[in-house]
T-cell receptor
Framework: DTGVSQDPRHKITKRGQNVTFRCDPI?????LYWYRQTLGQGPEFLTY????????KSRLLSDRFSAERPKGSFSTLEIQRTEQGDSAMYLC??????????????FGPGTRLTVL | GNSVTQMEGPVTLSEEAFLTINCTYT??????LFWYVQYPGEGLQLLLK???ADDKGSNKGFEATYRKETTSFHLEKGSVQVSDSAVYFC??????WGAGTKLIIKP
């Protein structure tokens, strides 16, 4: 069990650029979640997948955000035309839908995005 | 809509003091409730959970009881240690999160 990994750990970009983040979940986990967290706040749910299907997406999520999990393993989160308000920590978590640790989310270290 | 409200921090206590961090929620249906902890420099990790009314979650000396009548899930510990210093988050269905409460324990 190598844990949830995220890449990159830090990203600095200029306003208007596109960015893409990657998340590799724990291998046997079939659910994968994306959150955004700003300083002094709790995580804000963005979207989640079960296997390759995107089952829920936050109504607050701008259409500039898109996520994929094409083979049911790793996932990518893309932000198009970044804005300064997108600056935040982007967290990924994974969980399994069976077993003793059913539905317990394991979080990655996050990707910190700074939009200049 | 669903929401979670946590007491604001920071909460500063002396070692061996009793801890309560309040969490109340608004929800339709019967949500599951969670407490997560984030130690300095580390990622979020599950502390405890409760999936139905009157359930008590417990771990590492922390407890929380799911109270449907008061829509609360307060976190308690009888005797805190310096190593408990962290940020604690209450979450509803792991999709709606409180703002977090920073806990500082002084020796």
């Amino acid at each position: 069990d190598t844990g949830v990994s995220q890449d990159p750990r830090h990203k600095i970009t200029k306003r208007g650029q596109n960015v893409t983040f990657r998340c590799d979940p724990i291998s046997e986990h079939n659910r994968l979640y994306w959150y955004r967290q700003t300083l002094g706040q709790g995580p804000e749910f963005l979207t989640y997948f079960q296997n390759e299907a995107q089952l829920e997406k936050s109504r607050l999520l701008s259409d500039r955000f898109s996520a994929e999990r094409p083979k049911g393993s790793f996932s990518t989160l893309e932000i198009q035309r970044t804005e300064q308000g997108d600056s935040a920590m982007y967290l990924c978590a994974s969980s399994q839908t069976s077993g003793t640790r059913y539905n317990e989310q394991f979080f990655g270290p996050g990707t910190r995005l700074t939009v200049l | 809509g669903n929401s979670v409200t946590q007491m604001e921090g920071p909460v500063t206590l002396s070692e061996e003091a009793f801890l309560t961090i309040n969490c109340t929620y608004t929800a339709t249906g019967y949500p599951s409730l969670f407490w997560y902890v984030q130690y300095p420099g580390e990622g979020l990790q599950l502390l405890l959970k409760a999936t139905k009314a009157d359930d008590k979650g417990s771990n590492k000396g922390f407890e929380a009881t799911y109270r449907k009548e008061t829509t609360s899930f307060h976190l308690e510990k009888g005797s805190v240690q310096v190593s408990d210093s962290a940020v604690y988050f209450c979450a509803l269905n792991q999709l709606i999160w409180g703002a977090g409460t920073k806990l500082i324990i002084k020796p």
